[in-house]
């Protein structure tokens, strides 16, 4: 688990640093570090709850949920993972959907990094609470 925490706080202190250093600049790099800050600890809470490593996007999603919500052995609560599900999507569109009209696209994107901001700390705050970090 610990490695994952490591990870956790180095991919945070790399937001935190390209929020400072680069306020008005690469939205989609601060989205996808916040969507892999927060996988750290998805990580970590399986890793802790089921002594698994190295679990993929669909494994995580099989272990915290499943039909019905808070089932799974590792589940979390509906609004921890919907945070960690739309932080995923908005990763996935800035990386691999790229951009159409530049000023559409950089409204867009510092909605998007909003959102994703937002995402994060619930998430974080959602394993502060359950002691994982």
């Known amino acids: 688990m610990e490695k994952y925490i490591e990870q956790f706080y180095h991919n945070e202190y790399f937001l935190n640093k390209l929020l400072v250093d680069y306020p008005s600049e690469f939205y ?14 998805m990580k970590a809470y399986i890793k802790k709850k089921r002594n698994i490593d190295s679990v993929s996007h669909e494994d995580i999603k099989r272990h915290i949920i499943n039909i019905q ?13 919907s945070a960690y599900d739309e932080l995923r999507n908005l990763s996935e569109a800035c ?4 951009k159409t009209k530049l000023e559409t696209a950089e409204k867009m994107l ?16 959602y394993f502060l609470k359950h002691k994982i970090i």
């Open 69 to 81: 919500w808070r089932q799974g052995d590792c589940a979390v609560s509906e609004s921890c993972y």
């Open 28 to 41: 989609d790099w601060k989205i996808t570090v916040a969507f892999y800050t927060a996988l750290q600890l």
């Open 110 to 125: 510092i909605e998007d990094l909003e959102i994703a901001q937002k995402n994060l700390l619930l998430i974080k705050k």
């Open 95 to 98: 990386r691999y959907f790229g």
